[in-house]
């Protein structure tokens, strides 16, 4: 599932995915994405983290804490490129951390070191 409030990156992330044979849903905010993967729990969430409401960073917060969905592995997927930043989400439960401009062939390497 790709949660991001920008049509744009949903429209390229969900292409490079759908490309490889996945299957996408998507959210449009941090709060929509926490409810989407209570109902469908998928098999991974890439997570923007600049968001307006709930930001990307307590949203994966929430699921890395949720019973229900703790399983479920989280990429941030963001703008913010700094160390501390990508420190900080991976505090919060993130399993991994990539920066936009996404490239497809490491997006694709980090889903593939999931497993």
Known sequence: MVVDDSP???H???GILI?????VGVAESGE???????EIWPDLVLMDVVMPG?????ATRILARDGATRHIP??????KDQQTDKIWGLRQGARDYITKPVVAAEL???IAGLN
Do not use: F, H, M, P
């Open 8 to 10: 744009t990156d949903r």
């Open 12 to 14: 390229i992330i969900s």
């Open 19 to 23: 490309r490889s044979g996945y299957q």
């Open 32 to 38: 929509e994405g926490v409810i989407k993967a209570r």
């Open 54 to 58: 709930i930001n990307g960073y307590q």
């Open 74 to 79: 989280v990429i941030l997927c963001t703008t």
């Open 108 to 110: 694709l390497q980090k």
